[in-house]
């Protein structure tokens, strides 16, 4: 029952930052070993994107070692595999992975720690998004926790540790809740697995089936909430939000790329794999008796995210807040549950899947572009930049490109996810949804105000903005379009043709959904 590739894929990032530790000296020789790994590892994971079977469906690829830890009062097994839902996010993870790595090439301090830190961050994020064991699952969730302490607090700017223990302490109230919701389905199950899916061909039943007939050992709706609240904290929501400004300020750039990128996307995969997929049929509660109180949440999120965003004047800070805004899209999406049409919760569970996707190529661009912009600037601070468009015109135009897709223009990525969230919510939700799509107009009003500050105008005196530091910018290098394009061919893909990750999404949604 061993296939491999996935496996292999995990792991080798974690395998090259042990060669690194052991056998590598030269900075150099470091960097250069590092963004060959993670090529291989985009490779694979585009390889195992483009095989994904859409005739059989369900999931493939499957590693499966039973009961890999064999306490018997604990058994968990070691499964890994992906779905229609999962495949789309294992891509974004290798292509984020290997522009973490080329956005790093100036990095200084610490060059082989830095770059051993990173290659593990990119493993534990592989294993989030394949494991089908929850103990599994859990254990790959928090282990990212250390290598993004050490980044930020080692490498980021500002007040790092402040900015790095605040993001560990957030996240490890929501792993204590997720533990406690873990443990009590596990007591509660007389089959004594973990196993999250049923799969067939393996013998295996899975949870979401086996707690239909279980009387839980805590009701059904409490683990609910734990679950969600730790979700919650990670995607983030409000009020549990502010963390995210914070870590996403003081993070290098490449930390910033990963964390918007696809760290936010785990809260979100875990909200449709384990809150939809566990709790459709529990006694005495399903998620669709909150549905409507998720859509008052994610309404709430993506306006005041996007309120805050507009007063913003730190360039991270700004993309950092309006994450919070669009992340409110894919709770928004969630809520589509609520339905007794199985045709909209499908539209609106999609909608959400395919907003993680945009969101981590759209805001992991304008992350990048944010880091090159500083590297010749110097500042981040918006009153302070201004008549740069005929110094950096090459990233002037993807960072149109990226703040375009993020406030959802047509023919671009995000129009894709946010319209399908809109429809399908409307009729469900039509409140929900008006309030939320006030969300786009803000969108509109900050990503162009930034833009214009920027890159158009005059530039600030002498005394804010010095002439000695404005000649001497320069564009990106032909090496620096490598990373950039990675992050652009999906927003134009997607958005113009938007049914080649549609229909390998719905495959593993209408999986989720019974």
Known sequence: MFDGILSVTIFIPVISALIILFFFKNN????????????????LSLMMFLNYDTEISGFQMIDYFEAWIPFEYLRSSYIVGIDGLSAPLVLLTGILGFVSTLASLKVEKRVKEYHIW?????????????????????I??????????????????????????????????????????????????????????????LSLVGI????????????????????????AIKLPSWPVHSWLPDAHTDAPT??????????????????????????????????????????????ISVVYGGIITVRQTDMKRLIAFSSISHMGFVMLGVSAIGTSSSNTSVAGINGAALQMFTHGTITGLAFLM?????????????????????????????????????????????????????????????????????GVVLAAGYILWMIQRIFFGVKPPDEIFSDEIYDQIEDVKKINLLPILLLTIPVFLVGIWPSFLTEIINLGVEGVIR
């Open 28 to 43: 150099n020789s470091i960097r250069y070993f590092a963004n060959f790994t993670t090529g291989i590892v985009f490779l």
């Open 118 to 138: 990173l290659l593990v961050l990119i493993s534990s994020v592989f294993g989030v998004f394949v494991s089908l064991d929850l103990l599994l699952f859990f």
């Open 140 to 201: 790959f969730f928090e282990f990212e926790l250390i290598p993004m302490y050490m980044l930020i607090s080692i490498w980021g700017s500002g007040r790092p540790k402040y900015s790095a223990m605040k993001f560990v302490l957030f996240t490890l109230f929501g792993g204590a809740l997720m533990l406690v919701g873990i443990l009590s389905i596990y007591m509660s199950t007389d089959v004594g697995t973990l196993i999250m899916v049923s799969i067939p061909e």
């Open 208 to 231: 979401p089936e086996l707690i239909q007939y279980s009387d839980l050992l805590l009701p059904a709706s409490f683990i609910f909430i734990l679950f969600f609240i730790a979700f």
């Open 254 to 299: 490449a930390v910033s790329v990963m964390l918007a990128g696809v760290l936010l996307k785990m809260a979100g995969y875990g909200l449709i794999r384990i809150n939809i997929g566990f709790f459709q049929n529990t006694k005495g509660f399903t998620i669709h008796d909150v549905s409507i109180f998720i859509s008052i949440l994610a309404a």
């Open 370 to 438: 944010v880091g090159y912009t500083y590297e010749r600037t110097h500042t981040r601070h918006i009153p302070h930049l201004g008549g740069l468009w005929h110094k950096i015109p090459i990233i002037a135009t993807f960072f149109f490109i990226s703040g375009f897709a993020s406030l959802g223009l047509p023919m671009l990525s995000g129009f894709v996810s946010e319209i399908m969230i809109f429809l399908s919510t409307f009729t469900i939700w039509p409140i929900a949804t008006i309030v939320s799509a006030f």
